[in-house]
Nanobody, 128 residues
Framework: QVQLVESGGGVVQAGGSLRLSCAAS????????MGWFRQAPGKEREFVAS???????VVDDSVKGRFTISRDNAKNTVYLQMNSLKPEDAAVYYC??????????????????????WGQGTQVTVSS
């Protein structure tokens, strides 16, 4: 079955960096789009970044220039490099996946409803 396991969260000071990883199994990773979302306490889950099978990507304006999404299809893993972290970036970060069926797709997706499977999340805490 589809499994997504996030890791790399933790506590970091404002201005610091973290790299999140999401290890995927149970499906053909290279034909799926991948996404990162986050949810802070008392807030709705929100889009962070998305990447297509060939690496086309988009990030939310709130993290543009600070966060980078990437993927390694050989390792079935998607990453989120987070730099210049701010207290408002603190949240549980989730990865998610959507089947595309094409190795060559450039499609990315920014809405929760567009994703089928989700990981359990990893906590990111940013101290000021």
């Amino acid at each position: 079955q589809v499994q997504l396991v996030e890791s790399g969260g933790g506590v970091v000071q404002a201005g610091g960096s973290l790299r999140l990883s999401c290890a995927a199994s149970g499906f053909r990773f290279s034909v799926y789009a991948m996404g990162w979302f986050r949810q802070a306490p008392g807030k709705e889950r929100e889009f962070v970044a998305s990447i297509s099978p060939v690496g086309a990507n988009v990030v939310d304006d709130s993290v543009k220039g600070r966060f980078t999404i990437s993927r390694d299809n050989a390792k079935n893993t998607v990453y989120l490099q987070m730099n210049s972290l701010k207290p408002e970036d603190a949240a549980v970060y989730y990865c998610a996946t959507r089947f595309l069926g094409s190795l060559r797709s450039n499609n990315v997706f920014t809405r929760e409803v567009e994703y089928r499977h989700w990981g359990q999340g990893t906590q990111v805490t940013v101290s000021s």
